[in-house]
Structures are given as C-alpha cells and as structure tokens.
C-alpha cells in the first residue's frame, strides 16, 4: 500500500454566507481529496459562513478590514494569518475586498476565485441582472487564478447554465449557483493535485478527456 499523499493546506476567504466555502468542505471531507480546509477567513466578523465552517471542526479568523488604516495594513495582518496556518494554497468565494497587488503577488498560481459569469463577460457585480438585460441565452460561472485586475486571469473551469423566458436575478442566480458548487471544488482538486500548467492565458487541464458536446438554449419541450 502506497503512503497517501499530503494534503495540501488551504484557506478559504469569506465576506458572507459561505456556500461556496461549505461545497468546498464538503468535497474536502472525502480523505481521498487533495486538499484540506485548513483555515476560513472573513473580513467580517459577522459573516454567517464563520459559524458554518467552526461548526465543521475548521479554524477561522476574522480580521475586520474596518478596523484597519488602509487595504495595506489589512492585508498584512491576512498574509500573517495564512501564514502562521502554514497555508498553501487560497481559494476567495465571495470575498468582497479588491486585492493589492503586493497580497496578489505573495499567491502568483496559488490563488484561485470563483466569479458568478462566463469569464470575461461580466466582470464585477451584478451579474445576473445585466445578463437578463442582454438577453443572452446562456450564462455560468468561472474558477480562475487571480492576478491583479479584478476578475481577470486564466480560466481554470467554467459552467454554463441556459437563462430560461421568465428568469428573475433571483432564479438565475439559484441556477448559477448550483454550478458554483461543482465547478469550484472541481478547480480546487485539479489545482491541489499540479494538474493544471498556465500557459499564457489558458490553462492546460492534464487528463482533459477531450469531450466536445455542446449546451444548446433554448432545448425545445
Ligand atoms: C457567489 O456567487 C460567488 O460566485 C461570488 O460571491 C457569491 C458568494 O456566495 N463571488 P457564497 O458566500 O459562496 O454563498
């Protein structure tokens, strides 16, 4: 029997309710997983999910950004958590602070977000109601590296779900959301197990099974 492989330490930060944070635990609670959620980190001590992940056995720390002078000082006292929790590798989900590049900089390869659109269409906020005024017919959610400007980066995996007659922010939102919950533990295990390689701005999966069917919308009764 071959010894397993040791997990790779990671950080999960938060500024809410956490469910990308839970998917993640909950994929991390399979031994045969890569990763391991070492530590969740809000930068508000009110964030709902820090009950969640406390409640799974995970440390948490809140570092209130408020109580800081500028994103510096911040950051400082985050890269000083992660740190002292010999952490390895950060994965935001739905941290709601623009990033420095001296912090983006410290995790060159070793940071991934998770962004509620089909990368790069809708950078930013608000994402569900701006693909509802444009009438596409499909819409998603991204996993990428981070790098300096806000949700740009190479793309590391995506979901596509259809925008149905009828959808509200609301629903679609649901519906991207599901997705969020399958592509983001899925972009972690590739990246805790080096199977991933950035090769300009894509990035190369090794094992990619060179599926090519398409998500079709509107798919007729
Ligand atoms: C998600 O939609 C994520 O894509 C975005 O912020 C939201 C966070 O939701 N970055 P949750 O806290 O993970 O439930």
């Not at 820090?50 to 799974?56: D, G, K, Q, S």
């Not at 793309?155 to 922010?169: K, M």
Request: glycine share 8%; hydrophobic share 45%; aromatic share 4%.
């Amino acid at each position: 029997m071959s010894a397993a492989l040791p997990r790779r330490r990671v950080a999960v930060l938060i500024s809410g309710r956490g469910s990308n944070m839970t998917s993640l635990l909950a994929a991390t609670k399979d031994p045969a997983f890569p990763a391991e959620i070492a530590l969740v980190l809000s930068n508000r001590p009110d964030a709902p999910g820090l009950a969640t992940a406390r409640e799974n056995g995970v440390a948490t720390v809140a570092i209130d950004h408020k109580q800081h002078a500028s994103r510096e000082d911040f950051e400082r006292v985050m890269q000083e958590a992660l740190v002292a929790h010999n952490i390895e590798l950060v994965c935001l989900a739905g941290f709601m602070r623009i990033l420095t590049p001296w912090f983006v900089e410290r995790w060159t390869g070793r940071m991934i977000n998770i962004h509620p659109a089909l990368l790069p269409l809708y950078k930013g906020l608000h994402t569900h109601e701006r693909a509802l005024a444009d009438g596409v017919k499909l819409h998603g959610a991204s996993v990428h590296f981070v790098v300096p400007g806000m949700d740009e980066g190479p793309i590391i995996a995506q979901a596509a779900v259809p925008v149905l007659d009828g959808d509200t922010p609301g629903t679609l939102g649901a519906r991207v959301l599901a997705q969020e919950h399958v592509i983001y533990p899925l972009a972690l295990r590739l990246l805790a197990s080096g199977r991933l390689t950035v090769d300009g701005a894509r990035v190369r999966t090794a094992g990619e099974a060179g599926e090519t069917s398409a998500l079709v919308a509107p798919q007729l009764a």
